[in-house]
């Protein structure tokens, strides 16, 4: 992969900043040590037909790159993965990808549906009488998930590209205290916060939210 762009919003909400789903691309990027430049397009851009000419769905992120333009933030950490051994063991292949699944479609799922329930509908009557199950289909995951890491320090014992979306998976419910309720899994997230490349991820992402940010009239 050459020529690197990964296409982001140009400005979030406090409440999104640090979720958005480019920081996985970015995060795997630099795990891999690839170069990239960022591109934006803003939120009420994305329906457009230019901007739908390389998302279909009008979302982010897109990566760009000589081969070519991906979307899905999955799949296109899997691209990554694809071209370096340390988001992909050689030897852990199937593993990695299975846990790429599992963060992906068992994981989050749930979690999204709480930060939605929290964050985008907050206050709304409806939510008072479905918060109290989606907590409990939360915690389900949780659970299962801090038993799976035991005494592993990575889903797999080392870090791989099911780290990069275990980790933004779990950070949608950042606004609760469920995970801080599973020492192990509050251990995880902020391993996997820590390694340089997350940092440098996040710290990306957060430089552009300060410079687009919108100018108070
Ligand atoms: N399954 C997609 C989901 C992408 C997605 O939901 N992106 C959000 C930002 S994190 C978005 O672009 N939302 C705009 C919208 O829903 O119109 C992926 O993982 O890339």
Redesign the pocket.
Known sequence: MEKIAVWG?SWVPPF?QG????L?VRWALEEAGLPYESRWVG?EE??TEAYRRKHP?????VLESSEGTL????A?VYAIAEQCDKLMHPGLRIETLTWMFGA?NTVEPPLWNLFVLDQLHQGEEWTKLRRAGAVEEVKLRLAALSEWLDDRDYLLGRFTAADILMTTALRFIRHTDLVAEFPLLDAYVKRCEARPAFRAALRDQMTDYVRNAPVAA
Request: without cysteine; hydrophobic residues 50%.
């Open positions: 919003f999104a979720l958005v789903r480019d996985r939120i994305r329906n769905f009008g979302m982010v992120p979307i899905e933030s999955g296109i992906l």
